[in-house]
């Protein structure tokens, strides 16, 4: 049964889309892990990715890794948001690896693992400057020395994440901090460290052009297979599907209304001061889908016609034009990342997986 609103999610495309990015990376000797976060997990998409060949599976939360591992989705699994001292058990349990930068952590992970009987991949993040997770590159040699004595751990490679907060482009002189600094430990310690792990969907454009500084061995990589973009320019890359999730969205209320509103303007249900375009008296559809579902603002809509005017947190307002609309037709979109982000964690979005 289909229910309204609802989030197709096409998982042959995701298949094609993983296949695609492995095939690339793997050309320029990089693994990918298909990140997983923006699904929760989900492990219909879990498998998908399986499928298409990534490596292993990263996921933020360690709830998600529950879930897919659960339901028997073949790891390994990395956890790619710094572990809580709090959740340090859950974490060696439901992980094989995890991202980290402190060295209080490693060595609650190397405890918790202990206690576990197990051992925990540790990647340590460097940050080469876009300001979110990271030890800084010259605290890195000191903290490695401290992370090697930690039982329980076993030091798997480095990290680094760029274009999140601070929207810095990955580039050779970035990515050469960490392969440099990757380098100079192996020699120093006489050690492997089989992961390099050289960022996100940013990366995805030095992987189309091939231009990936030798070195970096992994990307860990989840919007590029979702959405088929790399996240620096939102480019759609060549040979990927665009389309592998749709927001699908029912008409509630159909009328011929003017654009602009009618008496003295205050703020609106967001706490903003709303502008409107005269565009005259025109069909306007409003739709069961808010805030509360998706971000409207990041929907684009597949129908020619269809024009997102604004919307609330139950109610999503169109223009539409060229043809008659009627309530209870389906409206469908493709989600930008926020979009996807939010149908995805919201109970009243059916997931409907298509295979
Ligand atoms: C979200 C995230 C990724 C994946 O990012 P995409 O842009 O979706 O590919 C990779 N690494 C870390 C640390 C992340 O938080």
New binding site residues.
């Given amino acids: 049964m289909t229910r309204n609103p609802r989030l197709e999610i096409n998982l042959a495309k995701l298949t094609d889309n993983a296949r695609t990015v492995v095939g690339r990376a793997a050309a320029q000797g990089v693994e990918i892990v298909g990140?997983t976060?923006?699904c929760c997990g989900a492990p219909e998409v879990a498998m998908a990715l399986k499928k298409g060949g990534v490596a292993m599976l990263?996921d933020?939360r360690v709830e998600n890794i529950a879930r897919m591992r659960e339901a028997g989705v073949p790891g390994p699994f990395v956890l790619?948001?710094l572990p809580m001292l709090s959740q340090a058990d859950d974490v060696v349990r439901q992980a094989d690896y995890s991202?980290v930068s402190d060295v209080t952590t490693v060595r609650a992970l190397g405890q918790a693992a202990a206690r576990a009987g197990r051992k925990h991949g540790v990647i340590v993040m460097v940050d080469v400057g876009d300001l979110r997770e990271g030890f800084w590159p010259d605290q890195v040699p000191v903290a490695v020395d401290e992370i090697l004595t930690v039982d329980g751990v076993e030091l798997a490679g480095l990290g680094v994440?760029l274009t999140?907060y601070g929207a810095i482009c990955p580039s050779p002189a970035n990515l050469g901090i960490l392969t440099g600094l990757a380098a100079d430990l192996q020699s120093r310690h006489s050690l492997k460290l089989p992961i390099v792990s050289g960022g996100?969907?940013?990366s995805l454009g030095m992987l189309w052009n091939g231009t990936m500084p030798g070195g970096i061995t992994q990307l860990?990589?989840?919007?590029?297979i979702m959405l088929g973009c790399e996240?620096l320019e939102r480019e759609c890359l060549q040979g990927l599907h665009h389309d592998a999730f749709v927001a699908v969205a029912e008409a509630v209320e159909v009328r011929r209304k003017p654009s602009v509103p009618i008496g003295e303007v205050a703020q609106d249900v967001f706490g903003n001061v709303p502008a409107f375009e005269d565009r005259g008296v025109h069909q306007r559809v409003i739709l069961a889908l808010g805030r509360q579902d998706a971000m409207f603002d990041s929907l684009v809509p597949c129908d020619e016609g269809v024009l997102i005017l604004g919307g609330s947190s139950d109610h999503t307002i169109l223009e539409v034009s060229g043809r008659e609309a009627h309530i209870g037709d389906e409206f469908r979109f493709t989600p930008g990342y926020g979009a996807l982000l939010a149908l995805n964690t919201s109970p009243y979005v059916q997931k409907l997986f298509l295979s």
Avoid: A, D, F, Q
């Fill in positions: 990140v976060k923006v990263g933020s790619i948001r991202l994440n999140c996100n969907s940013s860990r990589i989840g919007e590029g996240t």
